[in-house]
């Protein structure tokens, strides 16, 4: 090896964590924004009025988010990924900037989907680039950076959320944003250098057309399906029409297309498309998880809701440290199919133990639970991105890491709609069987926070308690039902030596060694 190699070898270390640094705050952004938005949502409506609009300031959001994330992907196979994401960036500074200065709520609703078109880049963006950078047999000792990312978000985004809007106005939730998007920016442009690329197919528009439709019907169905109308009614059914039609041309345009947006033949690969279906578990168990633990504590327990997201430390800690050391076996072992099993077990043992929760149950047990539901977790998450990005060959990585990441965000809308469903039925009947359907309705229809429940008479209190405790019971069991599916799933996992992984790769797959060898990226010295 030459003298030059070798102190690029020296140096390579400390500049691909620069690297990393800076993808982790543009992951970040995308994580940290729902949560601290959730916290201002209040004072937003005070001054700009428009509450029956509010649910669109989340929605429109999380709907752009989703329809873009396959695209993104896409655009950085064809064009270069490191151009892609910094357009993402940019993109999603000028929204988050917009968001701010907007003075009334249709105003805030559109700037919020221009935010979401950019937050879809971001995540697949930052996947992508750890797949060109790093082999994935290195890959496993950044999880707990990942996981580390994603704890940071959920813990410190309402209370990071709930000071801003205290002392600097809610506007500062959004131009938080900001500086931390200029680092970001500054950084993967001086450091990040990826092969650049100049595709001569046309993006296959009609497909992206097609697959943003699809997504769009989905997560609209799964956003006001129990809520907003009836899931018998004539909207949701027309949405439900929409998808299947949609999504039935999409998969014949696909196969027609010469530069398909989401290429059928990545499904192929038995990995790819069992990662895909846990990717998915995953997102259902882990957002209806972060959806109704907090407010059983709530609820049930008389935490307070100010710090909601220190409610969730046992189950994020748990999944930080099981990443990190699943990660660290994976680099050290190349061994990876032990984990999507383990982790579900142990997903399905966390749900179910919290379905058993009721009003006598402690916070040092429930906070067991969660521990247990968070290692599963944390068994799961970076591995399903990992041996997704595995399964596909180089060319493909965008678009493998947007459609695991497009699973598990769909995932995690039908688990808040499913369980959320089953929740407000078990609470309502629940309710009725203690009061009867009118005082039932009369306290059913007030935000029953600690702080109220203390002021309802103790018969009304008690039968709350046991009916929000019955909810969670029947959403939980639901949970730990689903999971069942990704714990038989992680059985037929493959395991396919990762590339990188040198001397243990001689078995692997025809390509994957020469693959591991070629130079995917380098970093500024």
Same mark, same amino acid.
């Given at each position: 090896?030459?003298?030059?190699?070798?102190?690029?070898?020296?140096?390579?270390?400390?500049?691909?964590?620069?690297?990393?640094?800076?993808?982790?705050?543009?992951?970040?952004?995308?994580?940290?924004?729902?949560?601290?938005?959730?916290?201002?949502?209040?004072?937003?409506?005070?001054?700009?009025?428009?509450? !029956?609009?509010?649910?669109?300031?989340?929605?429109?959001?999380?709907?752009?988010?989703?329809?873009?994330?396959?695209?993104?992907?896409?655009?950085?196979?064809?064009?270069?990924?490191?151009?892609?994401?910094?357009?993402?960036?940019?993109?999603?500074?000028?929204?988050?900037?917009?968001?701010?200065?907007?003075?009334?709520?249709?105003?805030?609703?559109?700037?919020?989907?221009?935010?979401?078109?950019?937050?879809?880049?971001?995540?697949?963006?930052?996947?992508?680039?750890?797949?060109?950078?790093?082999?994935?047999?290195?890959?496993?000792?950044?999880?707990?950076?990942?996981?580390?990312?994603?704890?940071?978000?959920?813990?410190?985004?309402?209370?990071?959320?709930? &000071?801003?809007?205290?002392?600097?106005?809610?506007?500062?939730?959004?131009?938080?944003?900001?500086?931390?998007?200029?680092?970001?920016?500054?950084?993967?442009?001086?450091?990040?250098?990826?092969?650049?690329?100049?595709?001569?197919?046309?993006?296959?528009?009609?497909?992206?057309?097609?697959?943003?439709?699809?997504? &769009?019907?989905?997560?609209?169905? &799964?956003?006001?399906?129990?809520?907003?109308?009836?899931?018998?009614?004539?909207?949701?059914?027309?949405?439900?029409? %929409?998808?299947?039609?949609?999504?039935?041309?999409?998969?014949?345009?696909?196969?027609?297309?010469?530069?398909?947006?989401?290429?059928?033949?990545?499904?192929?690969?038995?990995?790819?498309?069992?990662?895909?279906?846990?990717?998915?578990?995953?997102?259902?168990?882990?957002?209806?998880?972060?959806?109704?633990?907090?407010?059983?504590?709530?609820?049930?327990?008389?935490?307070?809701? &100010?710090?909601?997201?220190?409610?969730?430390?046992?189950?994020?800690?748990?999944?930080?440290?099981?990443?990190?050391?699943?990660?660290?076996?994976?680099?050290?072992?190349?061994?990876?199919?032990?984990?999507?099993?383990?982790?579900?077990?142990?997903?399905?043992? #966390?749900?179910?133990?919290?379905?058993?929760?009721?009003?006598?149950?402690?916070?040092?047990?429930? #906070?067991?639970?969660?521990?247990?539901?968070?290692?599963?977790?944390?068994?799961?998450?970076?591995?399903?991105?990992?041996?997704?990005?595995?399964?596909?060959?180089?060319?493909?990585?965008?678009?493998?890491?947007?459609?695991?990441?497009?699973?598990?965000?769909?995932?995690?809308?039908?688990?808040?709609?499913?369980?959320?469903?089953?929740?407000?039925?078990?609470?309502?009947?629940?309710?009725? !069987?203690?009061?009867?359907?009118?005082?039932?309705?009369?306290?059913?229809?007030?935000?029953?926070?600690?702080?109220?429940?203390?002021?309802?008479?103790?018969?009304?209190?008690?039968?709350?308690?046991?009916?929000?405790?019955?909810?969670?019971?029947?959403?939980?069991?639901?949970?730990?039902?689903?999971?069942?599916? #990704?714990?038989?799933?992680?059985?037929?996992?493959? !395991? %396919?030596?990762?590339?990188?992984?040198?001397?243990?790769?001689?078995?692997?797959?025809?390509?994957? !060694?020469?693959?591991?060898?070629?130079?995917?990226?380098?970093?500024?010295?």
């Amino acid at each position: 090896m030459t003298k030059t190699a070798e102190t690029s070898e020296e140096v390579k270390p400390r500049s691909v964590r620069v690297v990393l640094m800076a993808l982790m705050i543009a992951m970040l952004l995308a994580m940290l924004d729902n949560m601290i938005i959730g916290t201002a949502m209040p004072t937003i409506v005070g001054e700009l009025g428009g509450l !029956e609009h509010l649910s669109w300031v989340v929605t429109a959001y999380t709907l752009a988010t989703a329809a873009s994330t396959p695209i993104w992907g896409k655009i950085g196979d064809m064009y270069g990924r490191k151009g892609s994401f910094l357009t993402s960036i940019v993109i999603f500074l000028i929204g988050s900037a917009l968001s701010g200065m907007a003075q009334d709520m249709g105003q805030l609703i559109g700037f919020r989907a221009i935010q979401g078109l950019g937050a879809g880049g971001l995540m697949v963006g930052v996947m992508a680039i750890i797949g060109d950078l790093i082999p994935p047999r290195e890959r496993g000792k950044y999880q707990g950076m990942m996981a580390g990312v994603m704890a940071l978000a959920m813990i410190g985004g309402p209370l990071v959320g709930g &000071t801003i809007t205290d002392h600097m106005g809610w506007r500062w939730s959004f131009y938080i944003n900001l500086p931390l998007g200029a680092v970001a920016l500054a950084m993967v442009s001086a450091v990040l250098h990826l092969p650049k690329k100049r595709s001569q197919g046309k993006i296959d528009y009609l497909g992206a057309a097609l697959l943003t439709i699809a997504i &769009t019907s989905t997560v609209l169905v &799964t956003t006001w399906g129990g809520t907003e109308y009836a899931w018998g009614s004539g909207e949701i059914i027309g949405l439900v029409a %929409v998808g299947i039609v949609s999504t039935a041309a999409f998969l014949y345009a696909e196969t027609r297309a010469a530069e398909p947006v989401m290429p059928l033949h990545i499904f192929r690969s038995r990995n790819f498309t069992l990662m895909s279906v846990i990717g998915f578990l995953v997102g259902f168990a882990m957002f209806g998880g972060v959806l109704y633990l907090p407010l059983f504590q709530q609820s049930v327990q008389g935490a307070s809701a &100010t710090n909601s997201g220190l409610l969730l430390l046992p189950m994020l800690l748990s999944m930080m440290a099981v990443s990190l050391i699943a990660g660290r076996v994976t680099t050290n072992s190349g061994k990876y199919k032990i984990f999507p099993i383990v982790g579900g077990a142990l997903m399905v043992v #966390g749900l179910f133990l919290l379905a058993t929760m009721d009003t006598g149950t402690s916070r040092l047990m429930s #906070g067991v639970y969660m521990a247990i539901l968070g290692a599963g977790l944390g068994f799961l998450m970076q591995i399903t991105m990992l041996v997704a990005q595995n399964s596909v060959e180089m060319k493909d990585m965008g678009v493998a890491s947007s459609s695991a990441t497009l699973f598990r965000t769909l995932g995690g809308s039908f688990g808040v709609a499913l369980m959320g469903s089953l929740f407000t039925t078990r609470v309502t009947d629940t309710m009725s !069987e203690r009061l009867g359907p009118q005082a039932a309705g009369a306290a059913g229809s007030a935000q029953l926070d600690a702080a109220s429940l203390a002021k309802l008479p103790e018969a009304v209190r008690d039968a709350y308690q046991h009916a929000v405790a019955a909810g969670t019971h029947s959403a939980f069991l639901l949970g730990a039902g689903v999971a069942v599916l #990704g714990f038989l799933a992680a059985w037929f996992v493959k !395991e %396919v030596p990762l590339r990188g992984a040198g001397p243990a790769q001689a078995g692997g797959a025809p390509g994957e !060694e020469q693959a591991a060898r070629a130079p995917q990226a380098s970093v500024a010295h």
